[in-house]
């Protein structure tokens, strides 16, 4: 039972245009949410984050909306580089009782061409 | 400050044999959480330590297990390797925690081959 799906595997994207990775979740305890991005041969790195109080969160290009009744994050990179080709990871967050657990969906790999 | 090691980078074993990951995490973390990335599948979370005790699992079978040490480094362990073992297990560490208490810091994993 997947509860996060990202259901692009993949997206091709202009420079300079915006990418827009989509993820939806069927877990209404989840109450954080965050981006990874992963390059090859590399472990994944933290891009952003946002809280369930919250519907958008920006850092500089990045911006993450939450829409809590649909259920669904979407992630906006505006202006799209060729340094953002990756595969990029949304996760979500609950309480377990004993901590908090992160469930990740499959990936979407981004691709920037020039 | 040295970033999330695991070893080894690369190994290929046969079915039925065992095998031993390990990871160091950043030095002041105490959480250490195991990843298994394979394609179509994302990353799945296999369970956390934190200061020696497992605190979350997900839904793997008994053949993984792991253990963290007082110093925060952990192992994993598969036993009986089957050949859908295959993939990429990655180490992620954090001061506190999954989620709100903070992000989790990658190491660049351990590729399993599985013949």
């Known amino acids: 039972d997947q509860q996060v799906k990202q259901n692009s595997p993949s997206l091709s994207v202009q420079e300079g245009r915006i990418s827009i990775l989509n993820c939806d979740y069927t877990?209404?305890?989840?109450?954080?949410f965050l981006w990874y991005k992963k390059y090859p041969a590399e472990g994944p790195t933290f891009l952003i984050s946002i809280s369930s109080i919250k519907d958008k969160n920006e850092d500089g290009r990045f911006t993450v909306f939450l829409n809590k009744s649909a259920k669904h994050l979407s992630l906006h990179i505006v202006p799209s580089q060729p340094g953002d080709s990756a595969v990029y990871f949304c996760a979500a967050s609950e309480y377990t009782g004993t901590a908090s657990k992160l469930t990740f969906g499959t990936g979407t790999r981004l691709q920037v061409t020039l | 400050k040295a970033g999330v090691t695991q070893t080894p980078r690369y190994l290929i074993k046969t079915r039925g044999q065992q095998v031993t990951l390990s990871c160091s995490p950043i030095?002041?973390?105490?959480?250490v959480s195991w990843y298994q990335q394979t394609p179509g599948q994302g990353l799945q979370f296999l369970f956390e330590?934190?200061?020696?005790?497992?605190?979350n699992k997900g839904n793997f079978p008994g053949r993984f297990s792991g253990r963290q040490f007082s110093n925060s480094r952990s192992e994993m362990n598969v036993s009986t390797l089957e050949l859908g073992d295959s993939a990429l297990y990655l180490c992620a560490s954090s001061f506190s925690g999954q989620g709100l208490a903070g992000e989790l810091f990658f190491g660049e994993g351990s590729r399993l081959t599985v013949l």
């Open positions: 877990n209404s305890m989840f109450d954080y």
């Open positions: 330590y934190f200061s020696e005790t497992q605190r």
């Open positions: 030095s002041g973390h105490r959480s």
